[in-house]
């Protein structure tokens, strides 16, 4: 599976969109990006995932560029329960998920 | 939606005992369960998949025999951490997947201390 670089932490402001940048050039063309967060001492939470096209759900809209090589998760208007660290992960499917250091956002008031 | 529920969420023991972990999907048939371990400020680790009704494949330097897996059903996964010792003490999580190309949903976790 392709890597991720992701940068190290974010600060955010809440009712602000948090746009969270991820860099994955060496994609391949059937490999999907994935988005997960973990909130302190729980386990992951599965936001959005995408292949080509830009994705929305009613957590977060996923934004890939065309060459695929990096991608931006928004969360639209973030809140202090959205403060935690979020894992942009490459793979042909989510079977065998390989977790990064991911981007520890906070999010202040 | 889907939950995955983990039991427990937290358990102290002396050290040499052994500490069973239950994975439970309960609105889904998880055909794969995946078992991860994380040690604070570290990222999850993919300590081993199973599949219901075979043997859990484990990754590079995961003891099997230290940490036994059992999948006997479509709706749970066993961990076992045998004679579990200070080292062994972590957070471990699981996760269940139904269909490939479907996400995957995480459990709450279990937080693991040895004395």
């Known amino acids: 599976d392709a890597k991720t670089t992701q940068p190290t932490s974010m600060d955010c402001a809440e009712g602000r969109a948090a746009n969270l940048p991820c860099n994955h050039s060496?994609?391949?063309?059937?490999?999907?990006v994935y988005w997960y967060r973990q909130i302190h001492s729980q386990g992951p939470q599965y936001i959005i995932h995408?292949?080509?096209n830009n994705e929305t759900n009613e957590m977060a809209s996923l934004i890939i560029t065309e060459d695929r090589k990096s991608s931006t998760l928004i969360l639209p208007h973030a809140t202090l329960r959205d403060t935690a660290v979020y894992y942009c992960i490459v793979g042909l499917n989510d079977y065998k998920l390989s977790f990064g250091a991911g981007t520890t956002v906070t999010v202040r008031a | 939606g889907a939950v995955v529920s983990q039991h427990p969420s937290r358990v102290i023991c002396k050290s040499g005992t052994s500490v069973k972990i239950e994975c439970r999907s309960l609105?889904?048939?998880?055909?794969?369960m995946f078992w991860y371990r994380q040690f604070p400020k570290k990222s999850l680790m993919l300590m081993a998949t199973?599949?219901?009704?075979?043997?859990?494949?484990?990754e590079q330097g995961v003891e099997k025999d230290k940490f036994l897996i059992n999948h006997a059903s479509l709706t749970l996964s066993t961990l076992t951490v045998t004679s579990a010792h200070p080292e062994d003490s972590s957070f471990y999580i699981c996760?269940?997947?139904?269909?490939?190309?479907?996400?995957?949903?995480f459990g709450d976790g279990t937080r693991l201390s040895i004395l």
């Open positions: 996760s269940a997947s139904g269909v490939i190309g479907q996400p995957q949903h």
């Open positions: 199973s599949n219901e009704g075979s043997k859990a494949t484990y």
């Open positions: 060496t994609i391949s063309g059937n490999e999907y």
């Open positions: 995408g292949l080509k």
């Open positions: 609105d889904f048939q998880a055909t794969t």
